[in-house]
């Protein structure tokens, strides 16, 4: 009892005449180390006292809702501002760090000391869940505590839980009815625009626009409707967008450079240039000055398709208003190389230099990249020396492009040591660190594939299960054409089956990868029921098929006495090559 005694807090109240003096004296047993006690035990019951009327600055001021016995403790102010909020961390239990915080702050509790906790544990909806429902078993709301929670839990994809405390902690007390602002709603909102949920994201816009507890200002629905925009952008549906901007003027909310960014971005995207300038006309129109950022998205509309001229204006527009970032540079930089112009690359890039912007981990690999599409392996692997001596580090972009050109336009005895080198960079870039990604290993398995080593392609196999790396559409594409090379069809053919079950729809590599390998056999060996079945295929979704292949398919047919089958096959591909070339358009018949 004694020891039970010392260890609890004595608080001690002396009047003054001229002002209430606290005095919070802390005495401990300093042989006995405290015991560890569940947060439970540390009840923070309401004050029922009036609001203390002292001028000193270490107390603090609270207010109850005398109508509701619940502790509200979002008024509680401090007014000392030399007060550092607690430090958790988030590898200890949350059970400690909410009995720590508790048991240091006592009844002087804010909204503040859980918000902080709230941001140690914001990975965690366990340790969120349990620190809402210890505010619900002490009677303890928040209002800026609620709304971290819905904007972590919107940002954790736990929406129902999100929307649970907005409905029923927010919108269904009576008291807290004008506390919602639109942040919260947007919190919801941006979780379905990242799902590409359009109406979702709508549908809790029109709540905001009509919950009577929000005060409609229009320039707080500008954020809101930016989200709306980047829903649609999500989907690629540039109709949506502009009809969103358009009730944005009806609404007489303003836009920002923001809304028109994005959209100019979309149509940088799609390579649409002519979309791009309309709507930093509209961007004009509206007031707004346009920004790098706008300047940026409309120089890569003209980069992408390799325009240097068009993009190289745009950036003589630039430096006349504002100074160009790191990123200007780079899009200039990306224009020749998209033109595969080796000397207009190392041009811009000494021009780069010397304007104070030196190159950075992406002017290197866009150069390297210029030299790999330009099949100039010795000076990419030059620029790969030059960008270890200045101390840019690659990454597995870098290596990715140099293993790649190793690989590609390279045949006979060159393939041998064209893929001795590329090991040599796969071997460089895992020790440094470097995890390989699935377009790396895609080149070694199309590599090994075309030396028809099938024992290099299942070691390569046995890596990306150690790496954790699931096969995609290049890698079984990859993988077939190798089985297909070293005349294993069998093996192919499981391959096919197996990316079908995983959801990879083939398409017209792998179908004609399978087609030549079920050709390459004599013709009397040739499974007729199996190449039908490809052909059919390949004919349904408008593939082409080479000349080879119709050459060894009608010798097959016809050895079979296919011809009307033969012939309907040739009225098909005659079709489809006549779409391709642009000339007719076949019957849907």
């Known amino acids: 009892l004694a020891r039970a005694f010392l260890a609890?807090?004595?608080?001690?109240?002396?009047?003054?005449?001229?002002?209430?003096?606290?005095?919070?004296?802390f005495v401990r047993p300093l042989s006995v180390a405290p015991r560890r006690r569940h947060p439970e035990e540390y009840p923070v019951k309401p004050r029922n006292n009036p609001p203390s009327s002292s001028s000193d600055p270490n107390e603090i001021e609270f207010a109850l809702y005398q109508a509701n016995p619940t502790t509200t403790i979002d008024d509680y102010t401090h007014r000392d501002t030399t007060r550092r909020p607690l430090k958790f961390s988030p590898l200890?239990?949350?059970?400690?760090?909410?009995?720590?915080?508790?048991?240091?702050?006592?009844?002087?509790?804010?909204?503040?000391?859980?918000?902080s906790l709230i941001h140690a544990y914001e990975r965690s909806p366990s340790c969120l869940n349990y620190i809402m429902e210890y505010m619900e078993l002490h009677n303890l709301v928040s209002v800026k505590v609620y709304g971290q929670l819905i904007n972590k839990f919107s940002q954790l994809d736990r929406i129902t839980d999100a929307i649970t405390i907005l409905e029923e902690k927010l919108v269904s007390h009576p008291d807290f009815r004008t506390a919602i602002d639109i942040p919260m709603y947007g919190c919801i909102m941006s979780y379905f625009a990242r799902q590409g949920d359009v109406h979702g994201a709508a549908?809790?816009?029109?709540?905001?626009?009509?919950?009577?507890?929000?005060?409609?200002?229009?320039?707080d629905f500008t954020v809101p409707y930016n989200i709306i925009i980047s829903a649609c952008l999500k989907i690629?549906?540039?109709?949506?967008?502009?009809?969103?901007?358009?009730?944005?003027?009806?609404?007489?909310?303003?836009?920002?450079?923001?809304?028109y960014n994005m959209i100019i971005n979309a149509y940088a995207r799609r390579k649409d240039a002519v979309g791009t300038l309309r709507v930093y006309e509209e961007l004009l129109d509206a007031g707004i000055a346009p920004s790098v950022v706008t300047?940026?998205?409309?120089?890569?509309?003209?980069?992408?398709?390799?325009?240097?001229?068009?993009?190289?204006?745009?950036?003589?527009?630039?430096?006349?208003?504002?100074?160009?970032?790191?990123?200007?540079?780079?899009?200039?930089?990306?224009?020749?190389?998209?033109r595969h112009d080796k000397e207009g690359v190392l041009?811009?890039?000494?021009?780069?230099?010397?304007?104070?912007?030196?190159?950075?981990?992406?002017?290197?690999?866009?150069?390297?990249?210029?030299?790999?599409?330009?099949?100039?392996?010795?000076?990419a692997e030059h620029v790969l020396s030059l960008m270890k001596h200045t101390g840019v580090m690659p990454d597995h972009r870098t290596y990715g492009m140099l293993i790649a050109s190793c690989v590609k336009n390279v045949v006979g005895q060159d393939l041998v040591t064209a893929m001795d080198?590329?090991?040599?960079?796969?071997?460089?870039?895992?020790?440094?660190?470097?995890?390989?990604?699935?377009?790396?290993?895609?080149?070694?398995?199309?590599?090994?594939?075309?030396?028809?080593?099938?024992?290099?392609?299942?070691?390569l196999l046995d890596m990306m299960k150690e790496y954790n790396i699931e096969p995609n559409m290049h890698i079984y594409n990859s993988i077939i054409l190798a089985f297909i090379s070293a005349?294993?069809?069998?093996?192919?053919?499981?391959?096919?089956?197996?990316?079908?079950?995983?959801?990879?729809?083939?398409?017209?590599?792998?179908?004609?990868?399978?087609?030549?390998?079920?050709?390459?056999?004599?013709?009397?060996?040739?499974?007729?029921?199996?190449?039908?079945?490809?052909?059919?295929?390949?004919?349904?979704?408008?593939?082409?098929?080479?000349?080879?292949?119709q050459e060894t398919l009608g010798k097959v047919l016809q050895a079979n006495n296919m011809h009307q089958d033969w012939a309907n096959y040739q009225h098909l591909i005659g079709a489809i090559h006549s779409r391709r070339s642009g000339r007719s358009e076949p019957s849907k018949k």
């Open 236 to 259: 690629d549906d540039l109709d949506y967008a502009h009809d969103v901007v358009t009730d944005m003027r009806k609404r007489g909310i303003p836009t920002n450079a923001f809304t």
């Open 487 to 549: 005349k294993n069809t069998d093996m192919a053919e499981k391959l096919y089956l197996e990316m079908q079950s995983k959801g990879f729809q083939p398409d017209e590599f792998t179908h004609a990868a399978l087609l030549s390998g079920l050709l390459r056999v004599p013709t009397q060996k040739v499974n007729v029921k199996k190449v039908k079945v490809i052909v059919d295929k390949m004919l349904y979704s408008g593939a082409h098929i080479s000349d080879w292949m």
């Open 203 to 219: 549908h809790w816009l029109q709540r905001a626009w009509t919950d009577p507890g929000v005060n409609r200002v229009p320039a």
């Open 347 to 379: 041009a811009w890039m000494k021009h780069m230099n010397e304007s104070g912007f030196p190159p950075d981990l992406t002017a290197f690999n866009t150069v390297i990249k210029a030299m790999c599409m330009s099949g100039d392996q010795s000076n």
């Open 295 to 338: 300047i940026n998205s409309i120089m890569h509309t003209f980069a992408t398709s390799g325009d240097v001229k068009e993009s190289l204006k745009w950036f003589r527009k630039l430096t006349t208003h504002t100074k160009p970032d790191m990123h200007t540079y780079n899009i200039i930089l990306n224009a020749y190389a998209e």
């Open 421 to 459: 080198k590329a090991m040599g960079f796969a071997d460089n870039m895992m020790n440094a660190g470097i995890k390989p990604t699935a377009h790396i290993f895609s080149s070694l398995l199309q590599g090994f594939g075309k030396m028809k080593q099938i024992g290099r392609v299942q070691i």
């Open 8 to 25: 609890r807090t004595l608080r001690i109240t002396v009047a003054h005449p001229a002002k209430l003096f606290t005095f919070k004296t």
């Open 92 to 115: 200890d239990p949350v059970d400690k760090s909410v009995a720590k915080l508790v048991h240091t702050k006592g009844e002087d509790l804010c909204s503040y000391d859980f918000v």
